[in-house]
């Protein structure tokens, strides 16, 4: 029984030390002041890892997001502002590199397109219907109305 009780101390100490471990492998960074780093942070934040599905560099472990953070703590510490970093980042990476696309004629096009294909298909539809009416409302002649009869008669 002694055993065990010296068994299970060992076993607890070793592996109390196992989630240490994890932080070893995170990246140290060190920054001229605070404000530094926080603009670090919340880039990496605002910036798309290339390669993942819809996750930002600071949570991505792929190699691309790591070249892109080690990238961007480069342009802070040259004294970059947070807007030549992006502008950096979308030249090199194009725009799907941030959450946030900026406003040019493509994206536009993207949010007046559907509206002008919704307001082209709402007039299209009035167009027909208004000509149905015309159509409908156009009597028969009475001279057209006996020929109508004669050949209904004659078909019974």
Known sequence: ???????????????????????????????????????????????????????????????????????????????????????FMIERYTEFVIYKPQMSLVTVWLWVLPGLVLLGGLAALIYLTRSRKQVDEESLTDEERERLNSILKDDA
């Open 1 to 87: 029984m002694k055993w065990f009780k010296y068994l299970l101390v060992v076993s607890v100490s070793l592996f109390s030390f196992l989630p240490l471990s994890s932080y070893a492998a995170d990246e140290l960074l060190v920054f001229e002041s605070e404000e530094q780093r926080l603009r670090y942070v919340d880039l990496t934040f605002q910036l798309r890892c290339p390669k993942c599905q819809n996750q930002n560099v600071a949570d991505s472990n792929a190699p691309i997001s790591e070249d892109i953070r080690e990238k961007t703590y480069q342009l802070i510490k040259e004294g970059y502002s947070d807007q030549e970093i992006i502008d």
